[in-house]
């Protein structure tokens, strides 16, 4: 069975509640995922938005949240997690805010994608130092054993 990833406030292509939001308390959804295949040494997750800043004419992929060394024994992230509640060993990378841990959608126009992915890695990456998802997914390169996506959608009320 494929790796699944799911949100306890939202379904696949449903729209993300406001609480995860700028217009609400901007804290991260309750994630699970499932079928974590053999082998997997680490996950990542990144949290993205290509739609950025305009879903009509997107101009760059706007970057909310980077974890990484989740060990692969963790079964999701509970609601608005703080960075010392993360799985031991994980660790985090640099969102487009320019800081670490998340940041929720507050697109500026237009009802967005936010696609959150989830890599199962046959390795434990080094210690990035705070990675951009560029970096990540460079460092990822090679290693990833299987993928899985959640799209949330979200727009200014």
Known sequence: MPMSLTASSFPQDG??????????????PELFWTD????????????????????????????HWVLYNIPPHATGLSEGIPTENLPRGTREGTNDWQRT????????????????????????????????????????????????ELIGRYQKH
């Open 101 to 148: 841990g998340y940041g929720g959608p507050c697109p500026p126009i237009g009802n967005h994608r936010y696609f959150h992915k989830l890599y199962a890695l046959d390795t434990v990456l080094p210690d990035l130092k705070q990675p951009t998802k560029s970096k990540l997914e460079e460092a990822m390169r090679g290693h990833i054993i299987t993928y899985s």
């Open 36 to 63: 974590v295949p053999e082998g997997t040494k680490s996950l990542v997750l990144i949290v993205d938005d290509p739609d950025a800043p305009d879903p009509a004419a997107p101009k760059r992929t706007w970057v």
């Open 15 to 28: 729209e993300i509640p406001a609480r995860h939001t700028c217009e609400g308390h901007d804290i991260s």
